[in-house]
């Protein structure tokens, strides 16, 4: 079967650093993405790993461990802004837009 | 570059109903997929194409279907709707590995 797990819920505070871990179980994998969802919004693309390590964007930087089918999205200098809901997903093929999400994580920064 | 477009909305139809809609992707991209949304069962991939053919397909009913047309504008249908179809629909053109996702389609089946 295909399933990823995330923590439901995390919570902070503005300036705090979160990590939101994502393990995963799937049949085909070429890599592991994150997006974030603002309530009413479209998910937008945070980061991408296809191979092992530590990838900086900004504020926001993801990790990928293949062995252990096993990712991280590190938030660091938290704004209220980073409020959201933030998922992982895998991509099943080398070709195609085929993604496996996982079920989100919901962030609440408070002030 | 205009990203993603979806239309309708918002959408409301009776079970028994069929619905069409539409996604026209960033110029240039090839790949549209095709997802819905619920608050149960999260982001779930509907199917994908890529130059007018399906190139891959997730676990719905053969009540779901979709096209693509040559300028990559996709439309996916839905026949016999019923309750449980009230979702967010979304749909994503793809460059690489990143996927860039339309608003939506908020469906609402009464």
């Known amino acids: 079967g295909q399933s990823l797990e995330q923590p439901s819920e995390v919570t902070a505070v503005e300036g705090a650093i979160v990590q939101i871990n994502c393990t995963y179980q799937t049949s085909g994998f070429y890599g592991l993405s994150w997006y974030q969802q603002h309530d009413g919004g479209a998910p937008t693309f945070l980061s991408y790993n296809a191979l092992d390590g530590l990838e900086e964007t900004g504020r926001f930087s993801s990790f990928l461990s293949r062995s252990d089918s096993y990712g991280y999205l590190l938030l660091q200098e938290l704004q209220m802004k980073d409020s959201a809901s933030y998922f992982c997903?895998?991509?099943?093929?080398?070709?195609?837009?085929?993604?496996?999400f996982g079920p989100g994580t919901r962030l609440s920064v408070l002030p | 570059k205009a990203g993603v477009t979806q239309t309708p909305r918002y959408l409301i139809k009776t079970r028994g109903q069929q619905v069409t809609l539409s996604c026209s992707p960033i110029?240039?991209?090839?790949?549209v997929s095709w997802y819905q949304q619920t608050p149960g069962q999260g982001l779930q991939f509907l199917f994908e194409?890529?130059?007018?053919?399906?190139?891959n397909k997730g676990n719905f009913p053969g009540r779901f279907s979709g096209r693509q047309f040559s300028n990559s504008r996709s439309e996916m249908n839905v026949s016999t709707l019923e309750l449980g179809d009230s979702a967010l629909y979304l749909c994503?053109?793809?460059?690489?590995?990143?996927?860039?996702f339309g608003q939506g389609t908020r469906l609402t089946v009464v």
């Open positions: 994503a053109s793809s460059f690489g590995q990143v996927a860039f």
């Open positions: 997903a895998v991509k099943r093929d080398n070709y195609g837009q085929n993604f496996v």
């Open positions: 110029s240039g991209h090839r790949s």
């Open positions: 194409y890529f130059s007018e053919t399906q190139r």
